[in-house]
């Protein structure tokens, strides 16, 4: 099983990026999938999550309708569209996938089994 995360880059503040979760081995569209984020020295922060059962949202706080999840289930790909990016949202971002369903509320903190590479988003002028 291998997900691949892509679609970082560089962006101003207020620009717009996608990024991909796509997945070889397992059929995303069973599974529930969380985005990541993680900057050097803090901790790992959750961004958002689709749940495998149901296709129930989540998202971090912090989002605050900026950012959308949604699937492709012909491209066995999640994606997280950020738009109106802010300086704060620079980190690196994974995603991550689990067959097992839990509470919205538990998307950031339960544990995931497969995890993606990382691609680096940095939002600066």
């Known amino acids: 099983v291998q997900l691949q995360a892509s679609g970082g880059g560089l962006v101003q503040p207020g620009g717009s990026l996608r990024l991909s979760c796509s997945a070889s081995?397992?059929?995303?569209?069973?599974?529930?999938v969380g985005w990541f984020r993680q900057v050097p020295g803090k901790e790992r922060e959750g961004v958002s999550a689709?749940?495998?059962?149901?296709?129930?949202?989540y998202y971090g706080d912090f989002v605050e309708g900026r950012f959308t999840i949604s699937r492709d289930t012909a491209k066995n790909t999640v994606y997280l569209q950020m738009n109106n990016l802010k300086p704060e949202d620079t980190a690196t971002y994974y995603c991550?996938?689990?067959?097992?369903?839990?509470?919205?509320?538990?998307?950031?903190?339960?544990?995931?089994?497969?995890w993606g590479q990382g691609t680096q988003v940095t939002v600066s002028s």
């Open positions: 081995g397992i059929t995303l569209d069973d599974y529930s």
């Open positions: 991550a996938a689990d067959y097992a369903d839990y509470t919205l509320k538990d998307s950031f903190q339960r544990p995931y089994d497969y």
């Open positions: 689709i749940r495998g059962m149901d296709d129930s949202i």
